[in-house]
T-cell receptor, first 118, second 113 residues
C-alpha cells in the first residue's frame, strides 16, 4: 500500500505567520492523522480526522491549529500564528479504515513536511 | 498517561548478527502495536502490525512478538545487513483511543560491515 504524499517537503516561515501543510491521499481514504516530531524527540499525535470531522485531538492541538479537507481530496493542517516551538517535522498518516473506527489498521505515513519557524 | 519505552536507545552490531529490539508500554489495554523504521530526515515506514489478540507477526527477516500482560514487544531482526541501519520505533494504539498512536523514542541501529 502506498503512503500519502505531502507538500511542501520543507517550509520556512517567520514567527507569527500562517502556514498550511497539505496531505494528498493516493486513493479515497477516510481516516487521516497528523503527527509531529520535534528534532530529537518522540513522534507525537496531533489530531485524527474521519469522514470530514475531527475524531480526536491532543493537548498540543490548540486553537492555533485546524484541519480540513476542503475539496474532498487534500487534507490540510493549518497553523494560524506560528511560534518558534512549532518547528518540527509534520507527518500525515492514513489507514484503510477497515477496522472499527479506523482502529486495528496499519497506519501509513507520508514523507513529512519540515517546518522551520524563524 | 500511556508511556512507551524502547531499550536500547542505540545499538551497533556487525553484519550478519541476529538482534532484538525491545519495546515496553504502560497500560495493557492496547488495541494494536506497530513497528516502524525511520531513516534520517525521512518519514516512517510501517514494518509490522500486531493486533492485541495476536502473539507475533513475521515479515521476511523480521519477527515481532507481543506480550500484553507484561506490556512488552520485541522486534527480532535476523541476519542483519547494513541496509537495516535506521531508527526503529514502536507505537501502540489504545482501546477506545480512535487508533491514535503513542510512540517510543526509538532504537537507533547501526549495522557495520
Amino acid at each position: 500500500e502506498p503512503e500519502v504524499t505531502q507538500t511542501p517537503s520543507h517550509q520556512v516561515t517567520q514567527m507569527g505567520q500562517e502556514v498550511i501543510l497539505r496531505c494528498v491521499p493516493i486513493s479515497n481514504h477516510l481516516y487521516f492523522y497528523w503527527y509531529r516530531q520535534i528534532l530529537g524527540q518522540k513522534v507525537e499525535f496531533l489530531v485524527s480526522f474521519y469522514n470530514n470531522e475531527i475524531s480526536e485531538k491532543s493537548e498540543i492541538f490548540d486553537d492555533q491549529f485546524s484541519v480540513e479537507r476542503p475539496d474532498g481530496s487534500n487534507f490540510t493542517l493549518k497553523i494560524r500564528s506560528t511560534k518558534l516551538e512549532d518547528s518540527a517535522m509534520y507527518f500525515c498518516a492514513r489507514t484503510d479504515g477497515k477496522g472499527l473506527a479506523g482502529g486495528g489498521d496499519t497506519q501509513y505515513f507520508g514523507p513529512g513536511t519540515r517546518l522551520t519557524v524563524l | 498517561k500511556r508511556e512507551v519505552t524502547q531499550i536500547p536507545a542505540a545499538l551497533s552490531v556487525p553484519e550478519g548478527e541476529n538482534l532484538v529490539l525491545n519495546c515496553s508500554f504502560t497500560d495493557s489495554a492496547i488495541y494494536n502495536l506497530q513497528w516502524f523504521r525511520q531513516d534520517p530526515g525521512k518519514g516512517l515506514t510501517s514494518l509490522l502490525l500486531i493486533q492485541s489478540s495476536q502473539r507475533e507477526q513475521t515479515s521476511g527477516r523480521l519477527n515481532a512478538s507481543l506480550d500484553k500482560s507484561s506490556g512488552r514487544s520485541t522486534l527480532y531482526i535476523a541476519a542483519s545487513q547494513p541496509g537495516d541501519s535506521a531508527t526503529y520505533l514502536c507505537a501502540v494504539s489504545a482501546t477506545g483511543g480512535g487508533n491514535k498512536l503513542t510512540f517510543g523514542t526509538g532504537t537507533q541501529l547501526k549495522v557495520e560491515l
